[in-house]
């Protein structure tokens, strides 16, 4: 049986008041539209007379429907045409499959989302402010515990590996597979997990505004891990968010550091390793510094990292610790391909931008004009 269709209106029909995309990568809705292709959809806003505006992939389009559609309705839809019509012949809501519930938790999570390091650094501060017997046992051991989550600088790969396994951004994995009769979650493992010592707190505080501040902690690596479905969803590279001490702050703040872990296609310092060699890009900011991109490859005996910066001010003040590095790994027996480049503040590639997941993209899912 075949679904409701939509009939696109004339472009000329577009007057000025009409919204355009945040997140745009293609003007021409016909080529997005093009028959047979089955789409995926979504209502994003009614328009006057009856209309609504269509949002399908990075395209928006205004339609007249056969049949009521209400805003946030979502669809799959075959193209077809007859003649210069467009029609979208729409399929059932099953379609969506699985995407529906990761939708809802993104729309739920990411408008109110702030990244790891500024949620944990105001949740820091509300724990040294308040007397140890108005915290709860657990919330007074969490005090003493949140640096333990943090991405020191220098620390080996071990050291990384354990701390992103405890990170809390594999909580419900790990539960699940011991669940399944896999390896068990000791309780000690489980009370060095970031994710679980929060819930834990939660529940052990009366302190209102506390609870707040550890709830807000709590979603803020649920978005994450949100975010690493989407990412996922879509065939992006792994990125993961760690608590980062920002060492050129005097106010003891801890910023955002991410980690991607990239293949070995694309433009990057592989270009002298040779194809296909693991990399990883480390993007932070801190107070004096500003923006700062690193990308680390490896193959055989040699390293090879390129540092991006917003100044030459930053530049000058990493050229002595590039210097020890450079001086590290030699000793070690590694050649080193250390460089520093200084770009716009503006040309970074920013981890929270929504622009990098295609996932979010597709789904207009941080579309503020929609």
């Known amino acids: 049986m075949i679904g409701p269709s939509m009939e696109p209106l004339s472009q000329n029909n577009v007057g000025p008041s009409t919204p355009r995309p945040a997140l745009s990568f293609s003007a021409n809705p016909t080529a997005a539209l093009h028959e047979g292709r089955v789409v995926a959809g979504e209502v994003l806003r009614s328009l006057p007379g009856g209309g609504v505006l269509v949002g399908v992939g990075s395209v928006r389009v205004p339609a007249r429907a056969q049949v009521p559609l209400e805003p946030g309705q979502r669809f799959m839809a075959t193209v077809e045409r007859a003649g210069e019509v467009v029609l979208l012949r729409v399929h059932g809501s099953e379609s969506l499959g699985g995407a529906t519930a990761l939708l809802e938790a993104l729309r739920s999570l990411l408008p109110s989302e702030r990244p790891i390091g500024a949620v944990l650094t105001g ?34 790969g071990s050291a990384l590996a354990a701390l992103l396994q405890r990170s809390g951004l594999g909580l419900e994995a790990a539960l699940m597979w011991a669940g399944r009769g896999g390896a068990p979650l000791s309780e ?25 501040a550890l709830g807000e902690a709590v979603r803020s690596i649920q978005a994450e891990q949100a975010k690493g479905l989407a990412r996922e969803a879509g ?48 993007d932070l900011e801190l107070e004096r510094l500003g ?32 210097s020890d590095l450079r001086r590290a790994l030699e000793a070690a027996g590694l050649t080193a ?31 503020e004009s929609a």
């Open 291 to 322: 923006r700062l991109s690193a990308e680390l490859s490896t193959s055989a005996d040699v390293v090879a990292v390129k540092l991006l910066v917003s100044s030459e001010r930053a530049r000058a003040s990493l050229q002595a610790a590039l």
């Open 123 to 156: 949740l820091a501060a509300q724990l040294r402010a308040r007397p140890e017997g108005a915290l709860g046992e657990a919330a007074t051991a969490l005090a003493a515990q949140l640096s333990e989550h943090t991405f020191q600088p220098g620390s080996k």
């Open 235 to 282: 065939r992006d590279p792994r990125c993961v968010a760690l608590p980062f001490p920002d060492p050129s702050s005097s106010a003891a703040v801890w910023t955002t550091a991410w980690l991607t872990f990239l293949s070995g296609e694309g433009e990057g310092v592989e270009g002298e390793l040779g194809e296909d060699v693991p990399r990883l890009r480390l």
């Open 188 to 212: 000690a493992a489980l009370k060095r997990d970031l994710k679980a010592r929060l819930l834990m707190a939660r529940a052990s505080t009366s302190d209102a505004p506390l609870a707040e």
């Open 337 to 367: 391909e250390l460089r520093v480049g200084v770009v716009p503040r503006e040309s970074f590639q920013s981890p929270t931008d929504a622009a990098g997941v295609r996932f979010l993209q597709e789904h207009h899912l941080l579309d």
